[in-house]
């Protein structure tokens, strides 16, 4: 657990859900610039510099791109890890699963610094059912949209069958 790695109450809870789900993080020293401050990503872990660490919710998306990656690719992915497009709004919707299922606000991952400047629609959209990248987290199996998730006998997005992409 990541209790006596971390002081941020938010920060702990994020990163003990995260390896509740299999996935490793790390306390670490980072000394480059990352493209979400504080967040880096090495050979599938994710590593945390609480002192540079501006928002904790920024875990879960980062989180969301290694969920969403199969995991023959999970541990090859380094650093900057957003570039393919589809990966990209699969992230999105996953981080927000992820706040619903903790409780938390959408703002802690749809802060007023993110996605470039999309954030309040984003809350907006989601918050209001209006969501993307459903169909593609059923494809690999995540979780089911209204329709399936009602054939299946069990909760639509944002309940999730299963966190991570096999």
């Known amino acids: 657990m990541a209790d006596n790695e971390f002081k941020n109450e938010l ?5 003990n859900f995260l390896i509740e789900l ?5 306390a670490a020293v980072i000394r480059e ?12 872990v994710i590593l945390i510099d609480e002192s540079k660490l501006k928002y904790p919710g920024d ?5 969301g791109h290694l969920a969403v990656v199969p995991a023959s690719r999970r541990n090859q992915l380094q650093s900057y890890i957003g ?8 992230a999105i919707a996953w981080s927000y699963a992820a706040l619903v299922h903790l ?7 749809f802060h007023e610094e993110g996605y470039r400047g999309g954030s309040l629609s984003l809350i907006e959209n989601f ?10 987290l059923q494809w690999i199996g995540l979780t089911a949209d209204d329709k399936r998730a009602k054939e299946m006998g069990i909760a639509p997005y944002p309940n999730m ?3 991570l992409h096999d």
């Open 127 to 136: 918050t209001q059912g209006r969501y993307f990248a459903v169909p593609t």
């Open 22 to 26: 299999g996935l490793e993080v790390k």
């Open 59 to 63: 875990l879960l998306h980062e989180a």
């Open 83 to 90: 570039r393919r497009g589809g990966e990209e709004l699969m």
């Open 103 to 109: 409780g938390l606000e959408p703002s802690v991952v």
């Open 161 to 163: 069958i299963k966190w």
């Open 33 to 44: 610039e990352t493209f979400l401050p504080g967040i880096s990503v090495n050979c599938g």
């Open 11 to 15: 920060t702990v809870r994020i990163v």
